[in-house]
């Protein structure tokens, strides 16, 4: 079992930054984090391989959020820039041993979740 422990998240205004981290109890082979606004379906926004460190990213995040891991502490962390509005939701570390994350990954092949990180984005 893999445990996946969160921290970041909050309140920021639009055009705002903010950081999430997640540590992992046991490294898998990718890494990464998927969002869930009100109504709608949990969807990927990034992930990261741990032995190569290549990363993947949805269009609607490309050039504003950036993933990076560090290996010696087996975390990853999530910064986010330029925040929109349409970036509030619920922000949940994923892990899976499937495979690498990509924008086609789907929420089904993930094995390991964190408890989620409540993003808020103010305009």
């Known amino acids: 079992q893999v445990e996946l422990v969160e921290s970041g998240g909050g309140l920021v205004q639009a055009g705002g930054s903010l950081r999430l981290s997640c540590s992992a109890s046991?490294?898998?082979?990718?890494m990464g984090w998927f969002r869930e606004a009100p109504g709608l379906e949990r969807e990927f926004v990034t992930g990261?391989?741990?032995?190569?460190?290549?990363?993947s990213y949805a269009d609607s995040v490309k050039g504003r959020f950036t993933i990076s891991r560090d290996n010696a502490k087996n975390t990853v962390y999530l910064q986010m820039s330029s925040l929109k509005p349409e970036d509030a939701a619920v922000y949940y570390c994923?892990?899976?041993?499937?495979?690498?994350?990509?924008?086609?990954?789907?929420?089904?092949?993930?094995?390991?979740w964190g408890r989620g990180s409540l993003v808020t984005v103010s305009s």
């Open positions: 046991v490294r898998t082979f990718s």
């Open positions: 990261i391989n741990w032995s190569s460190g290549s990363t």
């Open positions: 994923a892990a899976t041993n499937r495979g690498a994350m990509r924008p086609t990954t789907s929420s089904y092949a993930v094995n390991y």
